[in-house]
């Protein structure tokens, strides 16, 4: 149990459009779901957190206008990547709690952006 | 400020045991999770301890000193699949997960 998906697992795009990255939960209610960007060679960064019906929080230095986060449902989040530039262009991975009590994150695959 | 301190490189041989280390300042805390990530892939979960001691599950143990701040995976019998990297993540008192660097594990035959 406990699988979280993501689509795409890769994407190219050119500079100045914008994308969408889904995540969701297969077998179980996400009641929190956690955006991470990870740069080659380098630790996770937390991008932002969400539950279910309320907005997003953002950390610091991260821009709310350009990462659009959407968590509609208990099953589904979405990321967007608004205006996307090279500087974009990263490891993007989503996590998902709400089994149990043990706070434990689950990861999707993650997916790999790249902006030309 | 919070942080996790954890070697950025280790070395082992294939059969061999290694110990990573893990030690953090964080504000409160809720519980010490293991995860190892190979490259080009997502985290995936080894252990979370809350309370002092040594976890075991299988090749892999897990300790915990909370008095210390300190915590330490431990691998057995390494596998050339062992090579990752491990990170150390530790729940603040807002259970907000607060993430090492990571420790990249290199194992040669």
């Known amino acids: 149990g406990a699988v979280v998906s993501q689509h795409p697992s890769w994407v190219i795009c050119k500079s100045g459009t914008s994308v969408k990255i889904e995540c969701r939960s297969l077998?179980?209610?996400?009641?929190?779901m956690f955006w991470y960007r990870q740069f080659p060679k380098q630790s996770l960064m937390l991008m932002a957190t969400?539950?279910?019906?309320?907005?997003?929080?953002?950390e610091q230095g991260v821009e709310k206008d350009k990462f659009l986060i959407n968590h509609a449902s208990l099953t589904l989040s979405t990321l967007t990547v608004t205006s996307a530039h090279p500087e974009d262009s990263s490891f993007y991975i989503c996590?998902?709690?709400?089994?149990?009590?043990?706070?434990?994150?689950?990861f999707g695959p993650g997916t790999r952006l790249t902006v030309t | 400020g919070q942080n996790i301190d954890q070697p950025t490189e280790m070395t082992a041989t294939e059969g061999a045991i290694v110990q990573i280390n893990c030690t953090y300042q964080?504000?409160?805390?809720?519980?010490l999770f293991w995860y190892q990530q190979h490259a080009g892939e997502a985290p995936t979960f080894l252990s979370y301890?809350?309370l002092d001691g040594l976890e075991e599950k299988g090749r892999f143990s897990s300790f915990l000193s909370r008095s210390k701040g300190y915590s330490y995976l431990l691998l057995k019998e390494l596998q050339m699949k062992d090579s990752a990297s491990y990170l150390c993540?530790?729940?603040?008192?807002?259970?907000?997960?607060?993430w090492g660097a990571g420790t990249k594990l290199i194992i040669k035959p």
């Open positions: 996590s998902a709690s709400g089994q149990g009590d043990l706070y434990e994150q689950y």
């Open positions: 077998d179980f209610q996400a009641t929190t």
């Open positions: 969400s539950n279910e019906g309320s907005k997003a929080t953002y």
């Open positions: 964080t504000s409160g805390f809720n519980g």
């Open positions: 301890n809350v």
């Open positions: 993540a530790v729940l603040d008192s807002n259970y907000q997960l607060i």
